[in-house]
């Protein structure tokens, strides 16, 4: 009987975390923002930085030198088109806003824009950075001669990319500025080959290496994953400023608008830099 009880309760329990203020004001944000308006303001000027150079510690170098060594020895950031990777970013971020529901605008229409209904944003996109380097990773190899294992460190080349949104509501006078920072590398594996005849083991190494083309599918994954991750930010800003009063916001939703599901719990949010 004891057991019964408890197994209602949870049941309880869950139909109460169900039906809760910020999952009802979640499902309502989904259903009622289609149509409220974006205004997206781009950015002209890629940041770029190569942080994998080797110099004469022996020298004291000028700012100007730094630079000079800097871009010489990069591989990936001296091959980036700045406009090219911010055109594919910021019209890949334009089109997963646009599929998702929302009225996107470009700087060029605010007539259009700030006669809109509200509730509708702007988005800066104050800066976006990309920093090559890399880092040295160990990997379990094993021995040709003996089959005995040992550790073997590997030059692994990575790129990261920063990003910063100024992010404001009109009519509020409120901002916030949103950060996030990703990365690609390349990516080592081992694959394991037998030789039944010969009873023995090799380990082959497999390098995919990170090419440019990479980097400007970065550019585009990342401008999707940015108006993905801005949806969830609105929705549960629209949580916190509609709970009813007395009310403390404990729960996030994540909305996945592709397969229509709506999630507690956030796997990754922007920080919130000020």
Not at 178 to 186: A, H, K, N, S, W
Not at 230 to 238: G, I, K, R, S, T
Request: with cysteine; hydrophobic share 40%.
């Amino acid at each position: 009987m004891v057991r019964f009880l408890g197994v209602i309760s949870l049941l309880a329990l869950l139909l109460v975390s169900a039906c809760s203020p910020e999952r009802n004001l979640a499902r309502k944000y989904v259903k009622n923002h289609t149509g409220n308006g974006i205004m997206i303001i781009p950015l002209n000027e890629l940041y770029k930085d190569n942080l994998s150079i080797s110099y004469d510690s022996a020298i004291t170098y000028s700012p100007q030198q730094f630079d000079s060594i800097a871009w010489v020895q990069s591989y990936f950031i001296k091959k980036i088109s700045d406009s090219a990777f911010l055109t594919r970013f910021t019209n890949s971020m334009i089109t997963e806003l646009s599929r998702i529901g929302y009225d996107v605008y470009m700087d060029a229409s605010s007539d259009v824009f700030f006669g809109l209904p509200d509730p509708k944003w702007i988005i800066q996109i104050a800066q976006l950075q990309l920093n090559e380097e890399y880092k040295n990773k160990y990997y379990e190899m094993y021995s040709v001669e003996t089959g005995e294992p040992y550790s073997e460190g590997i030059r692994v080349n990575q790129v990261s990319m920063s990003s910063w949104l100024e992010v404001s509501r009109t009519n509020t006078g409120n901002k916030q500025v949103l950060f996030l920072e990703g990365y690609i590398e390349d990516e080592i594996r081992n694959k394991v080959n037998l030789n039944l005849m010969e009873g023995s083991v090799e380990v082959e190494q497999i390098r995919d290496s990170v090419g440019i083309a990479d980097l400007y599918l970065m550019a585009d994954q990342s401008g999707q994953k940015h108006a993905q991750m801005l949806f969830d930010y609105f929705m549960n800003d629209y949580i916190r400023e509609n709970l009813p009063s007395g009310i403390v916001n404990r729960l996030y939703f994540h909305y996945d608008s592709k397969k229509k599901s709506l999630n507690r719990g956030l796997k990754e949010r922007f920080d919130v830099v000020n």
